[in-house]
């Protein structure tokens, strides 16, 4: 039970999320009115990819010092996992911004930065397929992954910021900070950050698990 009691944690923050998400009370804001609640799923779906993506960069640089094949797979479920809740954002986003801008993917610069990273780790997941022998596949994976990381920083949280965006805190716009002045959305949000990235955890360390039993398995069958 002491072990599992982060696991305990992500199910009862994303559980309180999803209700105050719902019938919680939010500011009333120009544009948004209640789509606003749509902050306590897109956002964390980001938190939570973030999250895992940093989790694989850790272990490929653990990966090329140690030559350990395990953080090799950590890495890879790692991103298996963050791509996960990359969909789930654009799915989300799209969502919202045929709300509120009458346009599931209106010409946005971080919209256009979020398509190009994705395709950057779906590229890492290719590249991996692509390579058969374990050694090499593994090393050259994690180069890859360790200059995707900051590549995506920069295109998602540096570039729109540099030019004219729809979103808040981009091109000159308002931040939620800025315009949720009674701070309801704030302790929610976290709370809901906080509850995906510890389940996209979970969801990655029983992706890892189901490799290292199916690794097993082939080696059992080849020996």
């Given at each position: 039970?002491?072990k ?5 944690l ?18 009333t804001?120009?544009?948004?009115h ?18 895992l ?9 653990k ?9 090799d797979?950590?890495?890879?479920e ?5 791509i ?14 045929n709300?509120?801008?009458g346009?599931?993917?209106?010409k ?19 590249l991996?397929n692509?390579?058969?022998e374990e ?11 360790i ?11 540096v570039l729109p910021?540099l030019?004219d965006?729809l ?18 959305l ?9 509850g995906?990235?510890l ?19 082939f080696n059992?069958?080849?020996?």
């Amino acid at each position: 039970m002491r072990k599992n009691w982060w696991k305990i944690l992500a199910v009862v923050l994303v559980a309180a999320s999803i209700v105050a998400g719902l019938i919680g009370p939010v500011p009333t804001l120009p544009i948004l009115h209640e789509s606003i609640r749509n902050v306590y799923f897109h956002v964390p779906m980001w938190f939570a990819m973030l999250t895992l993506y940093l989790i694989s960069v850790i272990y490929s640089v653990k990966y090329l010092n140690s030559g350990n094949m395990k953080y090799d797979l950590i890495a890879v479920e790692a991103v298996n996992t963050g791509i996960i809740f990359c969909f789930l954002g654009l799915g989300t986003g799209m969502l919202w911004a045929n709300i509120t801008w009458g346009d599931p993917w209106p010409k946005d610069p971080k919209l256009n930065s979020s398509a190009i990273a994705t395709l950057m780790y779906l590229a890492y997941l290719v590249l991996r397929n692509a390579l058969d022998e374990e050694q090499k596949r593994a090393k050259i994976s994690a180069i890859y992954n360790i200059f995707a990381f900051p590549v995506m920083i920069v295109l998602l949280y540096v570039l729109p910021r540099l030019t004219d965006s729809l979103h808040p805190g981009n091109g000159g716009n308002s931040t939620f900070s800025d315009i949720d002045l009674d701070n309801n959305l704030r302790p929610v949000l976290y709370a809901a950050g906080l509850g995906w990235s510890l389940i996209g955890v979970w969801i990655g360390s029983l992706r890892y698990r189901a490799r290292l039993i199916e690794r097993e398995q082939f080696n059992n069958e080849i020996n």
